[in-house]
């Protein structure tokens, strides 16, 4: 007969401490927990209002709430179960304050933006379950052992799985990482604290805790998976987090599944005690469903990391947070407080009676509720459906927040009965809160403070065949616009305001309605649809009577008619704050692997003499940056579009498979495209999406120089992007017109027109100058040459075609759109040297630019 | 100084006379009474008081409000439609649908009395008193234009 009876908190043979003090302890520590339940639950609430919004209630509730409670029940049970000596009176209270500390400092670093305050958070909670665990190892070796000693370790292997996944959570926070790292360190650091913080601990206390929830006896043979699953569990953990850490996914599948396998093993005795006696309260029932969707969840994640690539990971778990933090950790904290809250509170049977009875008041209900909701949290059902689930989610769980101080109060011999004033005044205030966010719901976009609220007006806006019905809105400043959008073409359609509200994409005779917000400043509106701007699909919302806006927009738009007509005056002046784009080339970074970060956006920029064009940018400049390296360097490009339509990659310098790094992305979305620069050579890059002539002739290109091997040092290096001028509004019918016509407005070196005649680029006499010229188009190319001078060097597409120790000399290199190269010349005397296309209608027309040669 | 001047002078005329006049019985009469009656003279003068509000508010303060309201709203082009959209619409609609709660609880709270459950009684006043300021602090976020 080896079946046992295990009483937690009421074992006789353990009085070390008077249960006074311990229910005392406990109270607060348990009050600690709450009030983390309750922080969570109002993170929950306010939803997207608060900064870094999922990540915040994400970790107000597993660092504020599980941790905290991990950290306390953890030493609980091992004292209890083990017989230990009760630690030092000062250790629990000193780490109870500490931890949180060092919580308070995480979250509020990470929320305000002091990503340092947030390591150092960090750091202190590392070190504190550090700490707890070393406590918890050093008591247990003093004592004598016994038949929990598993315990110990199943609790110091998830306190060492905290210290890793912490530290993995410090380095995150601190955004030191390269963007590829932060996938997959995210997925590694998600999986540590998970599965082996939060799930070793659970697995681990409830071969005890589950038998004496259901008050029943241990089952025979608990001790053997109990030693056999964790090197399993912690195997498989440790070969995941690996795997995913390096990218390795079938090492990051296997251990997943090997940790599942683990998990089922340890999971045995559970099923067979509950067999034994099956669940009949309200702590076990909720414990048995959050033990399931445990299972459901490790389940789920072990496909998913089979079927994804690593970086993708950390998003394509994101669904199943809820089922493991509601679905599992809530209900497993919430289950296992319900039973041993009034345990630890005490106070004789009939207190304990009381006590229980009070958690346990509508757990049929709650549970139901919760395990009801889960599953449309995950499941892709409606927003409203699943806004539904989420608000009876929050209210089950949150019940409970109301009811466990309240137990806590009582045994603390405070009696609570709330006046019918207060219970009045709570519900009137929580009725007319409601109201308040109603009525103040709907406000699309910010409007800007302090701007009256008018009238609201809507109007019906009709998407048709390449217009948008009316074509103009005129509105009172301060009016409340609302939209109904409907589409009555045959092809879908959508309509963006320049505010950034927009309707989802509709389909043939759908409808939306758009909150345009309060309009205070004339704003444009168009379909986001590919090429349907292009071809006509605007609109504009006028606002009467603010002369200043209308006048300012006027002659912008006056300016841009005047270019579009007159010839550009190219001998004119820069403005004086134009900077002109550095030329000077420098020599590539040391290392063989480039981190880079581009970011799309939409800027407007001086292409010429005092002409501003909007043009579309990879950070902030067409061209965009230069990136430079060796032979074999590796590039790992973030690319992010903070832009108001899809952009995309295109890296000549590497070759891959296009499909996904080339992939269009909408505006707010990143990708990372790496590439390995094999051959060397002057490359173009450029926007990927179509339609390429617009995005490239918009200015979305750049130049990758990848050295040849044997590259000789020059005294001077500049490179120079040839790309084509388009003048107007980019997207619109007679901008592209003209690139479908091949007739730009001027032709551009490093982007603005004639922009190195106002600024010349520099040399001296007889120093060795080379300059790299890529051929952006998108229509034209160029034959590069240099008045006055002779080149003795020539690079071109990936060859030398002649070097300084030939007898010949070369006048030009030609490009076609989209090749590069470079020259070599010695300036032979002081002087200024224009440097051209030789196309002349080119040359004349902006692609020109000086070498001011002077003596030093 | 128009006809909806008038018209508005009286809508908030009588929202002030009801809100006052609850104001009025729980934070002055109430107290008082507690204090200076002998239990059924206080349950007497309670219960009348109870009964003259309720009787202000079916003859006076409902048609009043009910009538003004609706032609406030006529005259500033409120339809049912524009009930919902964002901005002045949603904020009425919060506001009706809060004076319905006032109303609601207010009702409650006169069968509850009859029926001798003093501390439900209690919460449904306290509810409707504070949902009846709620509605005031909505009427005041009205846009006035």
Known sequence: ?856 | MTLWTVVRFLHVLSAMLWVGGQLTVSLVVLPLARRRLAADQRGTMLSAIGRRFGHFTIAFFLPVQITTGVALAWHKGVTWASLAEPGYGRILAAKLALFCVVMVAATMHGIVVSRGRPTLARVLAVTSLVTSLGVVLLATALPAT
Request: net charge negative; proline share 7%; with cysteine.
């Open chain 1, 1 to 856: 007969m080896t079946s046992t009876d295990v009483r937690i908190g009421t074992d006789p043979h353990t009085p070390p401490e008077p249960p006074r003090r311990r229910a005392s302890w406990h109270a607060r520590a348990n009050a600690v927990v709450l009030a983390w339940l309750a922080l969570t639950a109002a993170a929950m609430a306010a939803g997207d209002h608060l900064p870094v919004a999922p990540w915040l209630a994400i970790h107000v509730f597993l660092l504020g709430a599980v941790t905290n409670a991990i950290v306390t029940w953890t030493e609980h049970f091992a004292t209890a179960l083990l017989r230990l000596p009760a630690p030092a009176r000062w250790w629990p209270v000193a780490r109870l304050a500490a931890l949180n500390a060092g919580i308070a400092a995480v979250l509020l670093g990470a929320a305000a933006g002091y990503p340092a305050v947030a390591v150092g958070g960090a750091v202190v909670v590392v070190g504190v379950v550090a700490g707890h665990t070393a406590v918890l190892i050093k008591q247990a070796r003093r004592a004598l052992g016994g038949r929990f000693a598993y315990l110990v370790n199943w609790y110091t292997c998830s306190g060492i799985a905290l210290v890793v996944g912490g530290t993995l959570g410090g380095l995150l926070v601190s955004g030191v990482l390269p963007g590829v790292w932060e996938e997959r360190l995210t997925a590694a650091h998600a999986h540590t604290n998970l599965f082996g913080w939060v799930g070793l601990t659970v697995l681990g206390t409830l071969f005890t805790l589950w038998p004496t929830v259901l008050r029943t006896r241990i089952v025979d043979g608990v001790a053997g998976p109990a030693r056999r699953a964790l090197p399993l569990a912690v195997a498989g953990l440790t070969l995941a987090v690996a795997g995913l850490a390096a990218g390795l996914r079938w090492a990051a599948a296997a251990g997943v599944v090997l940790y599942a396998a683990a998990a089922v093993l340890a999971l045995v005795p559970f099923v067979r005690t509950a067999r034994q006696r099956r669940p009949h309260n309200g702590a076990a029932w909720m414990l048995a469903a959050g033990v399931g969707w445990f299972v459901a969840a490790l389940a789920a994640d072990a496909a998913i990391v089979a079927t994804r690539p690593p970086e993708e990971i950390a998003g394509a778990v994101e669904p199943l947070l809820p089922l493991l933090l509601a679905g599992f950790i809530g209900q497993v904290l919430i289950g296992a407080l319900t039973f041993l809250l009034p345990v630890v509170l005490g106070g004789g049977p009939a207190a304990l009676k009381r006590t229980a009875a009070l958690l346990e008041q509508g757990w049929k209900t709650r549970t139901a509720a919760v395990n009801a909701a889960l599953p449309l949290i995950a499941l892709p059902v409606p927003t409203w459906a699943q806004q539904a689930a989420w608000a009876v989610l929050l209210t089950a769980l949150a019940a409970f927040v109301v009811l466990a101080p309240v137990a806590i109060l009582r045994s603390r011999g405070r009696e609570l009965t709330p006046s019918p004033t207060a219970i009045g005044l709570a519900l009137g205030g929580v009725l007319t809160a409601l109201a308040v966010g109603v009525a103040g719901s709907g406000f699309g976009a910010p409007a800007e403070t302090g701007a009256a609220i008018g009238e609201t007006r809507t109007v019906d806006v009709v998407l048709g065949d390449m217009v948008i019905d009316p074509g103009v809105i005129d509105v009172e400043p301060g009016t409340e616009l609302v939209l109904q959008v409907s589409n009555s073409d045959t092809q879908p359609h959508d309509l963006r305001l320049a505010n950034g509200a927009h309707t989802p994409r509709l389909g043939p005779g759908e409808s939306a309605t758009l909150e345009a917000g309060v309009v205070t400043e004339p704003m444009e509106g168009w379909c986001t649809l590919m090429g349907h701007r292009a071809a006509g699909m605007e609109m504009r919302i006028d606002v009467d009577g603010s002369s200043g806006a209308d006048t300012a927009e006027g002659t912008d738009h006056g300016d841009h008619q005047a270019h579009d007509t007159a010839p550009l005056n190219l001998s004119g002046e820069m403005s004086p704050d134009w900077r002109p784009y550095d030329a000077e080339l420098r020599p590539a970074p040391g290392g063989t692997e480039h981190e880079i970060e581009i970011t799309a956006t939409e800027v407007e920029q001086e292409v010429a003499p005092g002409v501003h064009q909007p043009v579309w940018t990879f950070n902030g400049t067409a061209p965009g940056p230069v990136l430079r390296g060796e032979v074999g360097d590796v590039f790992t490009v973030t690319f992010t579009n903070d832009g108001t339509m899809g952009h995309g990659l295109d890296f000549h310098a590497g070759a891959l498979a296009p499909d996904r790094p080339m992939r269009t992305i909408e505006p707010g979305q990143s990708l990372t495209y790496q590439f390995r620069a094999e051959q060397a050579g002057a490359w173009l890059y450029h926007c990927s999406t179509p339609p390429m002539l617009q995005h490239i002739g918009n200015g979305m290109y750049g130049a990758v120089i990848v050295d040849p091997p044997d590259l000789e040092p020059v005294d001077r290096e500049y490179v120079l992007v040839q790309g084509e001028l388009y003048l107007g509004e980019p997207g619109s019918e007679a901008q592209v017109d003209a690139m479908r016509a091949a007739a730009p407005d001027a032709w551009m070196f490093n982007g603005t027109a004639a922009g190195y005649d106002h600024a010349p680029l520099t040399a001296t006499p007889g120093e060795r100058v080379r300059i790299w010229v890529v051929a952006a188009g998108p229509t034209s190319g160029t034959s590069f040459h240099i008045v006055g001078a002779q080149f003795d060097t020539v690079y071109k597409e990936g060859a030398y075609l002649l070097r300084p120790d030939d007898d010949g000399g070369a006048q030009a290199l030609d490009l076609a759109p989209a090749q590069g190269g470079f020259v070599e010349t010695v300036f032979p005397e002081a002087g200024t040297y224009p440097f051209v296309d030789h196309d002349m209608r080119h040359a004349e027309n902006g692609a020109h630019g000086i070498f001011q040669v002077k003596e030093n």
